[in-house]
């Protein structure tokens, strides 16, 4: 992130007082619920056959499963800037290219993204709250680790959280969801990590819905944000013990192949990509899908957190393929 040296040198001259000179220097640097109940991996809803295949889509990027994180980005969390939006009609990485490419795409999309190396952050979209699907897993472990005062998970939760994040196993969720406490549980820890629109779950098993329930929680992008901010720049009065950040992340960026697109989409190899993506159809006919991605990006100058929801797809590709374009087109918007 951002290194600053101060220099001062004073010189005394025989009547005058003494000169004080200040030099500045810095430098910025860089890296579904998804199946069916019972079945073993999930965004909640079925995966495309992509997925099933355990390859990428198309137009993803692979993330970077072996690439070491920065520590720069948590390293200086407590001098990160306070959150600050754009001002209205301020050109960003979701201004221009990335709000029109949105509007011509069925559904709607919100996004959110915030620059870890200035404290900015942007919006796109203003709607009501969307389900998470599989994107409620970060909020179950970060829940589930904040429990643990700063030590480690238990084997067997190691094992489940593994399964739940890497490949968006729904069992393991739900197993983690009642441990964490539940809606009641969800909901203490975000009231405490300062989420103020998303709203847990009330029914796991849930009447006329055949998906796992916590995947209704509600939320909104800017919400998920904060809930990443908790793993990379946590500010003075981290929720999370630094160890425990590096699991859950840890656990983001090896995700299974076949789940790294979102926010992915167009980013480099080597690029760090830390994420959780979600896929629920929303009706019995599968024609209208809810598609999220959340994550955070660091590598080749750009060191960003980002959160995508887009409900009314078509089909479960046709969302990938819109978080996936959008995602290329803010990547190469940021600084």
């Known amino acids: 992130m951002a290194s600053a040296g101060r220099a001062a040198a004073g010189v005394a001259v025989t009547v005058v007082a003494a000169l004080v000179l200040f ?20 965004g909640t809803g079925p995966r495309s056959a992509a997925s099933a295949a355990g ?17 720069l980005s948590r390293a200086s969390a407590t001098a990160a800037r306070p959150v600050a939006d754009a001002p209205a009609g301020a050109a960003g990485p979701l201004a221009g290219p990335a709000a029109a490419y949105v509007a011509g795409r069925a ?10 190396s ?34 480690a998970l238990s084997p067997g939760d190691q094992s489940l959280s593994q399964s739940m994040v890497e490949d968006s ?17 969800i909901g203490a820890y975000n009231d405490q990590a300062g989420l103020t629109r998303t709203t847990p779950s009330a029914c796991v098993t849930c009447a006329g ?41 840890s656990l983001m960026e090896n995700v299974a192949p076949g789940q790294r697109w979102g926010i992915s989409g167009g980013v480099p190899a080597g690029v760090t990509v830390a994420l959780k993506n979600g896929w629920l159809p929303l009706n019995d006919a599968s024609t209208d899908w809810q598609v999220n991605s959340v994550g955070w990006v660091s590598g080749a100058g750009r060191d960003y957190l980002v959160a995508v929801f887009a409900t009314g797809n078509p089909t479960e590709q046709y969302g990938i393929d819109t978080l996936n374009g959008l995602s290329s087109l803010i990547w190469n918007a940021m600084p």
């Open 118 to 151: 200035t404290g900015q952050s942007w919006r796109l979209g203003d709607g009501p709250a969307q389900a998470e699907a599989s994107v409620v897993k970060l909020d179950i472990l970060e829940t589930l680790l904040a429990r643990q005062d700063g030590g």
């Open 107 to 116: 559904g709607t999309v919100l996004a959110a993204v915030y620059d870890v």
């Open 55 to 71: 390859q990428a889509p198309a137009g993803s990027a692979p993330a970077s499963a072996g690439a070491r994180r920065p520590a």
């Open 209 to 249: 819905f055949p998906w796992p329930g916590w995947g209704l929680t509600t939320t909104v992008p800017y919400d998920q944000l904060t809930l990443l901010k908790q793993l990379v720049v946590p500010g003075p009065r981290p929720l999370l013990s630094p160890a425990q950040r590096d699991y859950a992340l």
């Open 23 to 42: 030099m500045a220097l810095r430098g910025h640097g860089g890296t579904q619920p998804d199946a069916a109940a019972g079945s073993a991996t999930a």
């Open 169 to 185: 196993d729904n069992d393991a969720a739900t197993s983690l969801w009642d441990e964490a406490g539940g809606a009641a549980g």
